[in-house]
């Protein structure tokens, strides 16, 4: 949806008005109306999950694509690229480093909704934990469960770091060697 809306005008006049009045609504007020549709399991969870980071992705990449060089384009024109071919040459490699931020940004507040959405009836988790601890007054389990969210969350942010390094290795940066 981001690429369709940063590359076309017009795209961008039909969705992105509906997107953005989606993104002002908090994600978790989606929550009764999930658990309505879809029940109290699985299905609900990721879905709230999914909503919550689908716009600081959208925006990124919308964003990234707005932001390629005109020049670049011009270029890839000269050399007869049209269509996907300077969509798949051009754009989506320039674009590709507000992607790969807006995943990361993504998946920092997936870890949010996780505990979010675990509050929605889980009998399970790491945000069941949590709630588990507040429950029966146990601080240690409390502390115990945000260290495991922070590991987590770290972890997968430095997987996610790794992808982007090796994806950008072409990139002449101030802190590139």
């Known amino acids: 949806m981001g690429t369709l809306v940063g590359y076309s005008e017009l795209a961008e006049k039909f969705f992105d008005p509906l997107i953005q009045a989606f993104r002002s609504i908090p994600s978790l007020a989606w929550v009764p109306l999930f658990i309505l549709w879809m029940g109290i399991g699985e299905p609900s969870k990721v879905t709230l999950i999914a909503v919550g980071v689908f716009f600081p992705v959208y925006l990124n990449i919308v964003d990234g694509i707005r932001g390629v060089d005109r020049k670049l384009i011009e270029v890839g024109r000269m050399y007869g690229l049209d269509g996907m071919a300077l969509v798949r040459r051009i754009i989506l490699p320039a674009s590709l480093p507000s992607f790969l931020t807006g995943l990361r940004s993504g998946l920092g507040l997936g870890w949010m909704f996780v505990v979010a959405a675990e509050i929605m009836g889980a009998s ?48 002449d940066t101030v802190l590139a060697k």
């Open 124 to 171: 399970q988790g790491l945000g069941y934990l949590l709630i588990l601890g507040q429950n029966t007054y146990a601080p240690d389990v409390i502390i115990a469960s945000i260290f495991l969210f922070a590991l987590l969350g770290k972890l997968t942010d430095w997987v996610l770091k790794l992808i982007q390094k090796r994806s950008l290795h072409w990139q």
